[in-house]
Nanobody, 126 residues
Framework: QVQLAESGGGLVQAGESLTLTCVAS????????MAWFRQAPGKEREFVAA????????GVQDSLKDRFTVSKNYARNTAYLKMDSLKPDDTAVYYC???????????????????WGQGTQVTVPS
């Protein structure tokens, strides 16, 4: 079992940056691929970024690659999502997610996620 705890959300102005943090804990926390999804009001949950358990393989949604970066501190089982040049369209609840096994950089389907965090709100006013 793996528990995920996100932090770092908040209200920021357009053009500013924000970094989300997700700490994984539990017996197999070091063996999971970690990911970020987001869900805006009235929309489906969408893939944002993911990183393999080792940190060697990363993937970011194509439309966000120029602004979002995913990274991981392997020793601390902590994943980060750095978001630059934020826009009002980035307003959403951001969820940390994890699943056992490998990850090779492709968009992760939410159907394959085993563990979810509670979510953290990011708001960028227009």
């Amino acid at each position: 079992q793996v528990q995920l705890a996100e932090s770092g959300g908040g209200l920021v102005q357009a053009g500013e940056s924000l970094t989300l943090t997700c700490v994984a804990s539990g017996r197999t926390a070091g063996d999971v691929a970690m990911a970020w999804f987001r869900q805006a009001p009235g929309k489906e949950r969408e893939f944002v970024a993911a990183i393999s358990w080792s940190g060697n393989n990363k993937g970011v949604q194509d439309s966000l690659k120029d602004r979002f970066t995913v990274s991981k501190n392997y020793a601390r089982n902590t994943a980060y999502l750095k978001m630059d040049s934020l826009k009002p369209d980035d307003t959403a609840v951001y969820y940390c997610a994890a699943r056992p096994g490998g990850y090779w950089g492709d968009p992760m389907s939410p159907d394959t996620v085993h563990y979810w965090g509670q979510g953290t709100q990011v708001t960028v006013p227009s």
